[in-house]
């Protein structure tokens, strides 16, 4: 699918839909982050559905994959995520939240799923890098 995107173009729910480069499940990855602290909390999946509730109700749904139902964050936990913007990045496959995060963003209590398995990558520098 080609990716175009005119800066005039209306960012009406159907046409930010239409312009979704779906997955083959028919599912977009929305990363979601704080607007506080800009800290990356957590990844979910949405499908068209439940990018529009997204994008008109200013509260986070997901599309839950191993349930096959959505789920709103924060309707069971009171963990919300308030929406407070909303990017497709440049192939329009991805899609970033900035949220207002009451509570832990984690089903496990962590303030990010990113918490609860740190890895120890070899760091990269671009000092004596030959591809630089």
Same mark, same amino acid.
């Given at each position: ?73 924060? !309707? ?38 990113? !918490? ?12 004596? !890098?030959?591809?630089?």
């Amino acid at each position: 699918m080609s990716w175009t995107h005119d800066s005039d173009t209306d960012d009406a729910p159907e046409a930010v839909i239409a312009r979704v480069a779906w997955n083959p499940d028919g599912l977009l990855p929305a990363i979601v982050q704080e607007e506080s602290s800009r800290d990356v909390l957590m990844l979910g999946y949405m499908d068209a559905e439940a990018l529009r509730r997204t994008l008109t109700e200013g509260r986070v749904t997901f599309w839950s994959r191993s349930r096959q139902e959505y789920w709103r964050k924060g !309707d069971t936990s009171g963990h919300r995520q308030y929406v407070r913007g909303a990017a497709l990045d440049c192939d329009g496959d991805a899609l970033l939240l900035t949220v207002h995060q009451l509570g832990p963003a984690c089903h496990t209590g962590s303030h990010a799923c990113f !918490d609860e398995d740190p890895l120890r990558p070899v760091l990269g520098s671009p000092e004596g !890098d030959a591809a630089s």
